[in-house]
């Protein structure tokens, strides 16, 4: 009969259930399970919680530059001029950006006149770089054109200048002010170069989500920025936005026989590409450092049933002379120790995902005992700490988890299993 006793039967969970909460004159086996339980629940929270702020940080970094830069910069190679100048402009830019359009897989080719410059406010200065576009393209522009995030009027943009926020306030711009970009490229005279001043109206101030953008990007209208740059009839690049960013790379080859013999191309991940494999190599490194912490948090259950055993050697002997088989035996302490790393894999995962969920009402909580200085944009680029959940990550930690809890729970269930029970009572 005992040899037919199905697996994990009722009483084995009876007895696994009756050992789990032990009191402490039993043995203090109940004290270590909670240490266990508390342990897993901590390292899980913590897995689950940097894979949600590891996901969000990449998604949020990702989404600024592809909202608010170009997917693929089109270039052309640098020919010599009449005068001997290298010449790097685009002089069909319009004909080149129909014929990138037409690329399939391509959204948008905009041409583009770019510089640096210094803008004025009053007494105040500060360097920016002027992107010259025009206005139906800036409006495609999802980080630039969300009303949420801006002020002024992006309709009136012809009129004027759009700036970013962090250009106004270090200018101490608003909407309807005048601002000077003064080019030291200016006219070349008999006395020198004269520098180029131009006064222009602020219409729009943007806000795309990245501290380096809105602190340094300033936008003019196409036609304005070819006369204040000298671009008379040329665009310096074509910007061209795709519909699937993350395989930019596929697109390269057509766009560039598109564009023609002298075209160059640069991608966002070529951009961006040391930072992306930075975030990648600290991602691994961060899940192998916190995985072992969770196989540091489920060796609790180890000693917990070690202990467990000890005590209950006396019991072990009189089950297996009643009847109970080493394979029974092993289930009940397996159950023990299981139970404990499931429960507290389940509460690692829901503090993690409320965590996750609340990080923004729990990170400005954080700020303001910090006194406003737990997140600096100008070093990590974005104005807050993002999470964002993904499945493949919360199943990753939980699968992690339950594997090392159920693997390290087999070996002092095994012990137990094979306790000779003539030795557990001989001094009984």
């Known amino acids: 009969m005992a040899g037919r006793t199905a697996p994990f039967s009722r009483f084995e969970w009876m007895i696994a259930w009756r050992y789990l909460r032990a009191r402490k004159a039993e043995g203090g086996v109940s004290t270590m399970t909670w240490i266990s339980l508390i342990g897993i629940t901590l390292a899980v929270f913590a897995l689950i919680a940097t894979l949600a702020v590891r996901a969000g940080f990449r998604s949020e970094f990702v989404g600024t530059i ?14 010599i001029s009449e005068t001997g100048v290298i010449d790097r402009t685009i002089k069909d830019f319009d004909a080149m950006a129909a014929r990138l359009k037409d690329v399939p897989g391509v959204t948008r080719a905009a041409p583009l006149v770019k510089g640096q410059v210094m803008g004025n406010l009053r007494n105040r200065n500060a360097g920016v770089e002027v992107f010259g ?24 943009y012809d009129e004027g200048i759009a700036i970013g926020s962090g250009v106004a306030r270090e200018l101490g711009a608003r909407v309807g002010d005048r601002i000077k970009l003064i080019s030291p490229n200016g006219v ?40 204040f740059f000298d671009r008379d009839g040329v665009a310096d690049e074509i910007e061209v936005m795709v519909a699937e960013p993350e395989n930019v790379e596929v697109l390269a080859v057509p766009l560039m026989m598109a564009a023609g013999d002298r075209a160059l191309v640069w991608t966002w991940k070529q951009a961006s590409g040391g930072f992306l494999n930075a975030l990648e190599v600290e991602d691994n490194v961060m899940f192998v450092i916190l995985s072992i912490l969770v196989l540091i948090a489920t060796m609790n259950i180890v ?15 009189i089950l297996r002379t009643m009847g109970l088989t080493e394979g029974s035996v092993l289930r009940v302490f397996f159950i023990c120790g299981a139970f404990t790393g499931v429960l507290g894999t389940l509460l690692g995962v829901a503090f993690g995902c409320l965590f996750a969920l609340y990080i923004d009402p729990i990170f400005s909580f954080v700020n303001v005992l910090l006194g406003g200085e737990a997140w600096d944009p100008s070093i990590r680029g974005i104005y807050r700490l993002p999470a964002k959940l993904e499945v493949g990550d919360v199943i990753s930690a939980m699968s992690l988890s339950l594997g090392l809890a159920f693997v390290v729970t087999i070996f002092p269930a095994r012990r137990a299993a094979r306790m000779n029970p003539v030795e557990a009572l001989r001094y009984e």
């Open 66 to 79: 592809l909202g608010a830069n170009a997917h693929v910069s089109v270039y052309q190679s640098g020919e």
């Open 133 to 156: 576009m025009r206005a139906e393209d800036l409006a495609e522009l999802p980080r630039i054109a969300d009303p949420t995030t801006s002020d002024g009027d992006i309709a009136r």
């Open 188 to 227: 070349k005279t008999a006395f020198g170069t004269s520098p180029r001043i131009s006064s222009f109206e602020v219409v729009y101030i943007f806000s795309a989500g990245r501290y380096d953008i809105d602190r340094t990007r300033v936008y003019l209208p196409f036609a304005e920025a070819q006369i």
């Open 303 to 317: 000693s917990g049933l070690i202990m467990l055993v000890k005590n209950k050697g006396r019991d072990i002997g």
